[in-house]
């Protein structure tokens, strides 16, 4: 396991973005990581949102999110972006950032195999 630090979040009327960020608090050379953001709005079940592998930079979005989410890794601060666009109320919800250390996964968007988890950032998006 890994601990993880967010940052980013916020409040934002729709139709707006947002940014979220995500990094191991210590990195090791030569790890690969499968790294999901997923959220959780009140009274709704957590939900996978993006996931990328840093081995190879593949990527998985939920029907939700896609063509408004991007989810990219930057090997040089081994810090994986979530850059959110065109903002709905429906987005707003706790984030987190998740990790798989040393492998893919079969299931990216599910949490399941995510031993890591990041304490979550608030995002909240205004009608």
């Known amino acids: 396991q890994v601990q993880l630090v967010e940052s980013g979040g916020g409040s934002v009327q729709a139709g707006g973005s947002l940014r979220l960020s995500c990094a191991p608090s210590t990195y090791s050379y030569g790890i690969n990581y499968m790294m999901g953001w997923f959220r959780q709005a009140p009274g709704k079940e957590r939900e996978g949102v993006a996931s990328i592998y840093t081995g190879n930079d593949s990527t998985y979005y939920a029907d939700s999110v896609k063509g408004r989410f991007t989810i990219s890794h930057d090997n040089a601060k081994n810090t994986v972006i979530l850059q959110m666009n065109s903002l709905k109320p429906d987005d707003t919800a706790m984030y987190y950032c998740?990790?798989?250390?040393?492998?893919?996964?079969?299931?990216?968007?599910?949490?399941?195999?995510?031993?890591?988890w990041g304490q979550g950032t608030q995002v909240t998006v205004s009608s």
């Open positions: 998740a990790a798989i250390v040393g492998r893919n996964s079969n299931t990216p968007l599910r949490s399941h195999e995510y031993k890591s």
